[in-house]
């Protein structure tokens, strides 16, 4: 009797041990939790390399002091800025001064459309830093074949010029927006009104130029 009670209460307990567990509804699990929590890292590179530039603006206006004090004449230049490594732009020259007795001052009026490309400027300002600029001439001159021979400074003895060239210069430019390049350059002439008389066959360019970033 007793060891037939012992195995009916051994196969009570077999059975309460296989029945299933319920679940509690509504408490979610470690990992359900991990699945519904999302992290997301989101990385944005940023070039701001011509941003600071743009800060400034586009334009640019400078004045060749050296021009100014040395002839007298006005030497003006317009900057459109492209990129931080390139621009473009023209130069106008009026020649206040008399004396036109030397390749300097030769010319006494002149338009000069230029193209730069800039090297080893920092990136945060754009369009600074040494630079390499090709240009041509539109000039207008004292024709020095008559020089010394009649002596005569009318408007008849006047020449128009072309010429083609290249400049290099270093370019500063503050928080500001102002800008600070000493530069210098040959250009030649393209006409063979050099090769007789005093007329020369190339000019040369040579200043230090204050500015304005707009």
């Keep these: 009797m007793l060891s037939f009670t012992g195995i009916f209460f051994m196969l009570v307990v077999m059975n309460a041990q296989e029945q299933e567990v319920p679940a509690i509804?509504?408490?979610p699990s470690i990992t359900e939790e991990q699945e519904e929590e999302k992290v997301y890292k989101v990385e944005i590179v940023k070039n701001s390399s011509f941003e600071a530039a743009?800060?400034?603006?586009?334009?640019e206006l400078r004045v060749n002091f050296f021009d100014l004090l040395v002839l007298p004449g006005f030497h003006g230049y317009y900057e459109k800025i492209i990129d931080e490594n390139s621009s473009y732009g023209t130069?106008?020259?009026?020649?206040?001064?008399d004396n036109l007795s030397s390749d300097i001052v030769q010319r006494r009026f002149a338009i000069s459309p230029y193209y730069r490309l800039y090297f080893l400027n920092r990136k945060d300002y754009g369009a600074k830093g040494l630079f390499v600029e090709l240009f041509s001439s539109f000039a207008s001159s004292k024709d020095m074949n008559d020089y010394g021979l009649y002596n005569d400074f009318d408007d008849r003895d006047n020449i128009f010029r072309v010429s083609v060239g290249a400049t290099i210069g270093r370019k500063w430019i503050t928080r500001s927006g102002y800008t600070f390049e000493p530069f210098i350059g040959v250009?030649?002439?393209?006409?063979?009104?050099?090769?007789?008389?005093?007329?020369?066959?190339a000019h040369v360019r040579l200043g230090f130029s204050v500015g304005k970033r707009y």
């Design 54 to 59: 743009n800060s400034y603006g586009n334009n």
């Design 187 to 201: 250009g030649r002439y393209l006409d063979s009104q050099g090769s007789n008389g005093g007329n020369p066959e």
């Design 25 to 27: 509804t509504g408490v």
């Design 91 to 97: 130069g106008l020259f009026i020649n206040f001064s």
